[in-house]
């Protein structure tokens, strides 16, 4: 920690323009002096949030966000409702771009490597030490680059031009099949845009699109919209695969196949159509081969069951996706083109499935590209090369020879935020400022348009300059100027451009004021894919289930992780104890293997074994997963990081280390399914980092379902009719005797509270005063732990790293659990897992209140269970006695973190200390927030103004907040469906304020509680 910060020093921050005043001391360890604003920033009043739009720039994705700031620092990311593509949706990872933003270990400034060891240089050394080396290069000049918006791109590609060099895109989780596949089916080479919502029947071939896969919070919205239920009515999801990912946990039935056997399932339903009169044009001959008992022989499952997913398939209207980058195999072109028969002949293309070309279709390199831009490196045939957000020496496999051909160039120029494995074989290293701090833009849709503008000044521990304005600054040293000097200033002519096009009558400035508002734009266009058919193929492909190398008893699934992706996010400790969704298991690796070839191995969780591929080994351990083939094993990508700074490096295995480097064709992208391996224990045991607990409910109402067919016809809440919220057959009566309140009989409804007698105080006139509840649809919860992330960021809960996760003690205030009804692994057929966010229920007839020695729980009068932190002495009654185990206890003080990743704390919330009780306030702060507001404009809260930050996070819109009493909100109309009910309450009267709706199913189940 700090000593405090000086009054000097103070004054040259608050230079900047305020925007981090007085916060590069945060130090709470010594006192210090409040200084008032010299001269106050127009924009900034102390104690309001500030707000600004912009767009995520670590993600092809584009995600509009909405930026929370306080005195001129960022405290919070969320999704922009306004923004025309994600419409409010947000990934996980988003929610942690605030930790990627003041991370302890990014650079502090330019630095270059002499004798071996990085030292400081100033910018303008730096510049021209690089200007140098280019002029003395003669045009052999190689850019590196991963995810770049369109104005960023144009600079690059003005840069390469200006300097004679190249250009090569490197992405560790490529949709280049997906592209390749587009243009030999239709003829454009472009990524299509899938929409979910308007179908009735969805079936992924393998895609993960509720984690990695596209733009997973756009596509999860619609997702929920498609499949949750409506009026008695929702749409069907089947997911064709080896293992159950997240997606796949979410589907209504599963088809396990053999990896690879994806594509005879498609074509064979393809088949089915064309035999019922589509058209498949010039795949007509090639279906033919794929007849139905053919197709189902290949793909090892019933006849019958290709015919009746055909069958529903062409009932419309429809989806395919898929597959994912798991099921990226030496013939993973061919299968994409499957999908892609399968949507045209089913009459998707047009409808849900649309082709129009756009800029962002450009996100998709291939590795072959990089397999050139190697063999350019290795051959001396490259002087300089410059790297920009990618990062090949970690997320290539060691036999492509990507570190040996990048130490033969003679210079080595990094442009990485923070460390990483290439940066740290760079000669020198210019260090871009993280996105929040830059201008930019996206395109995420076809004429969809945003702008990614600054939330804050940079932060002054770190001395970086934008990477586009780098490039300028280089070229016109070097005589080689290219358009304006800026990245700014390209942005404003590319956007005049666009003005141009909206047409909507306003000046450039008018206009551009309200697009910095809103966060994007949608401009018109011609393109019209409603009449795109099927071409003749140009390229010759094999449909046939692709070899796997080795002879190993395993295929081996390498999926990419929904919080570290390709590894680009394995540095942030909020992604690292994150638990994941599937295996909630967080900060280390695992490998996956269903629970029979565990037994027939002699090996259960926790036990290390070796993993070796024809390519490589390694070790690590074991978690058996109802959901995997038993021939097959999953191991996760993005962990195993070797460079990632303090929290990342040395946290789990890479499993690239047992992969080839092997371009698919006709595509180029890096073949991930693509060998066999073997197991063997160890004999060594390793502690899972895990919350997962039981993985059933034990006849528990805890997650409870019911069928689609069977809505309208419950007679009651858990059972006969005319039962009440929790009643049974003796009754039900509050115990009030604490405090001189006496027994009162009550209906245990969500509106009780208080009852008759503890109505004295400010609980005297309960209809003059709110419940606040909360209503959670989990037909709708798909899972994903958005809300966990972003309950983290808005209430200051800290991480406690890998021991104390695995002792138990992590301190999240939201877990969401998982429970296996229905897994089969051996059969197509229904699938059946539920997920339950669980945090403090805020009952109205809380356990944890009476048994609190200091009072530090108590309820308020507006129905909130409240914990006074500067009165809790740590005495854990209140946790021995939730039957919801949400309250944790805080053993350390795991908020004493290095500056200025303190500079991400809420200023709204108390930063707790060690030896306290923490869990879900409802987000209070938010609640007074609004409340204070609609007093001083004289109103009441209106239904909806507070959001809370899980319901603000949810892709899904799963969760709805608000007044319980008011019988106008949408959360007391939710709490009257027939679906709603209150976990446990029926058998302790705990009498919630979260009432859960029950998931609904295609399959019976056996009673309301399973």
């Not at 998707?348 to 998709?364: D, E, I, K, W, Y």
């Not at 001396?380 to 090369?385: A, C, I, L, Q």
């Not at 499993?655 to 992208?669: I, N």
């Not at 059969?827 to 609190?852: F, I, K, S, T, Y």
Request: net charge negative; proline share 7%.
């Amino acid at each position: 920690m700090t000593e405090g910060i000086k009054r000097r020093d103070f004054l040259k921050v608050l230079g900047v323009g305020g925007a981090s005043a007085g916060l590069t001391g945060c130090s709470t360890q010594t006192a210090e002096t409040l200084l008032p604003y010299v001269v106050p920033p127009e924009d900034i009043t102390p104690g309001v949030a500030t707000w600004y739009t912009t767009v995520s720039g670590e993600c092809a994705s584009g995600y509009g966000l909405r930026v929370r700031t306080r005195e001129g620092r960022v405290v919070k990311v969320e999704g922009n409702p306004n923004h025309d593509a994600s419409q409010g949706a947000l990934a996980t990872h988003c929610h942690s771009a605030v930790q990627g933003l003041y991370h302890p270990d990014r650079f502090t400034g330019p630095k270059v490597r002499r004798n071996g060891a990085l030292e400081d240089i100033s910018w303008d050394e730096a510049e021209a030490l690089l200007a140098e080396r280019l002029q003395g290069a003669g045009g052999n000049v190689l850019l590196l680059n991963g995810h770049a918006g369109p104005t960023l791109s144009d600079v690059m590609d003005g840069f390469v031009s200006a300097v004679g060099g190249s250009r090569v895109r490197h992405d560790g989780l490529s949709l280049a099949p997906l592209r390749e596949a587009t243009r030999i089916a239709f003829g454009r080479d472009v990524i299509p845009h899938y929409d979910i919502e308007p179908a009735d029947f969805l079936i992924s071939f393998g895609a993960d699109f509720l984690e990695t896969w596209l733009a997973p919070g756009t596509l999860a919205r619609g997702f929920a919209r498609m499949s949750g239920e409506d009026h008695g009515e929702k749409g069907q999801f089947v997911f064709v695969g080896p293992r159950l990912s997240l997606t796949g946990q979410n589907a209504d039935e599963w088809v396990p196949v053999d990896p690879g056997a994806e594509t005879a399932v498609a074509l064979g339903m393809a088949a089915v159509l064309v035999a019922g009169g589509a058209d498949a044009g010039p795949y007509a001959d090639l279906l033919a081969s794929y007849d139905p008992a053919t197709a189902a022989a290949a793909a090892g499952i019933e006849e019958e069951t290709l015919r009746d997913l055909a069958a529903r398939f062409a009932a419309g209207p429809s989806l395919a996706l898929g597959p994912g980058v798991a099921g990226h195999h030496r013939n993973a072109t061919a299968a994409h083109l499957a999908v892609h028969v399968l949507n045209a002949v089913g009459g998707n293309v047009g409808s849900t499935m649309h082709l129009s070309p756009f800029r962002a279709s450009m996100g998709a390199p291939a590795y072959g590209e990089m397999e050139s831009a190697i063999a350019s490196m290795a051959g001396g045939n490259v002087d300089v090369v410059l790297v920009h957000d990618t990062n090949p020496a970690f997320s290539l496999p060691a036999s492509s020879g990507f570190a040996e051909a990048f130490a033969q160039v003679p210079f080595k120029v990094s442009f990485a935020t923070e460390p990483d494995e290439t940066a740290a074989l760079a000669d020198l290293i210019l260090p871009d400022r993280f996105f929040l701090e830059a201008w930019g833009d996206s395109n995420p849709l076809p004429g969809v348009y945003a702008v990614q503008q600054p939330a804050m000044q940079p932060v002054p521990h770190f001395d970086a300059k934008q990477t586009g304005d780098v490039l300028l600054s280089v070229g016109a040293r070097i005589g080689r100027a290219f358009g304006p000097a800026t990245v700014f200033d390209h942005l404003v002519a590319r956007w005049q451009e666009l003005h141009a096009l909206a047409d909507t009558g306003d000046d450039f400035e008018m206009w551009w004021q309200s697009v910095l508002k809103k966060g994007s734009v949608t401009v018109p266009t011609t393109a019209d894919d409603a009449a795109v058919t099927l071409r003749e193929p140009d390229v010759a492909l094999s449909f046939d289930v692709p070899a796997l190398d080795g002879d190993g008893e395993f295929a081996l699934v390498v999926y990419p992780s929904s919080r570290f992706g390709d590894g680009k996010f394995a540095s942030r400790p909020w992604m690292l104890e994150l638990p994941d969704p599937v295996s909630k298991i967080a900060w280390h690796s695992w490998i996956e293997v269903h629970p029979d070839a565990a037994d027939r191995l002699g090996v259960r969780n926790g036990d290390v074994v070796q993993v070796a591929s024809p390519h490589g080994s390694l070790e690590v351990p074991v978690w058996t997963y109802p959901g995997i083939r038993e021939g097959t094993v999953g191991l996760a990508l993005g962990a195993g990081r070797t460079v990632a700074g303090r929290y990342g490096t040395g946290r789990g295995v890479n499993a690239l280390e047992l992969l080839p480097a092997v371009a698919e064709q006709p595509s180029g992208a890096l073949v991930h399914l693509s060998t066999r391996v073997s197991l063997t224990p160890t004999g060594e045991r390793y502690k899972l980092a895990t919350i997962e607990g039981a993985d059933t409910q034990h006849d528990r109402n805890i997650a409870p379902a019911i069928a689609l067919a069977d809505l309208g016809h419950e007679e009651g809440d858990y059972g006969e009719a005319g039962e009440g919220y929790g009643q049974d057959e003796h009754g039900l009566s509050e115990m009030q005797l604490m405090g001189g309140f006496v027994p009162v009989e009550t209906e245990g409804e969500p509106t009780a509270y208080p009852l008759p007698g503890a109505q004295y105080g400010d609980y005297a006139n309960p209809e003059e005063t709110p419940r606040w509840g909360m209503a959670i649809d989990l037909d709708k919860c798909t899972g994903c732990s958005a809300c966990v992330v972003a309950c983290q960021s808005e209430n200051n809960v800290p991480w406690v790293g890998e021991d104390e996760l695995a002792m138990g003690r992590d301190l999240a205030w939201i877990r969401v659990e998982r429970y296996y009804e229905i897994v089969d692994a051996h059969h197509a057929g229904p699938v059946d897992v539920r997920h339950l966010p669980m945090m403090c229920q805020h009952c109205g007839n809380a356990p944890c209140e009476p048994v609190c020695p200091v009072f530090a729980a108590y309820h308020t009068p507006d129905g909130l269970n409240g914990q006074i932190y500067n009165r809790c002495v740590g005495t854990r009654y209140c946790a021995n006695n939730c039957p919801y185990k949400v309250r944790v206890f805080n053993w350390y003080t795991y908020t004493d973190v290095p500056e200025p990743m303190n500079w991400a704390f809420n200023p709204d919330v108390t930063v707790r200390q060690n030896g306290v009780m923490e869990k879900c306030s409802f987000c209070v702060q938010r609640i007074r927030d609004s409340q204070n507001k609609a007093v001083l404009e004289g109103r009441a809260v209106r239904d909806g103004e507070i959001v809370t930050a899980c319901q603000a996070s949810c892709p899904a819109e799963a969760m709805v907040f608000g007044d319980l009493r008011d019988p106008q909100s949408r959360v007391s109309q939710l709490v009257e469906n027939e679906r709603t009910y209150r976990v446990l309450d029926a058998l302790i009267n705990t009498q919630p304020g979260v009432n859960y709706m029950k998931k609904v199913t295609f399959h019976e189940v056996a009673s309301a509680a399973h």
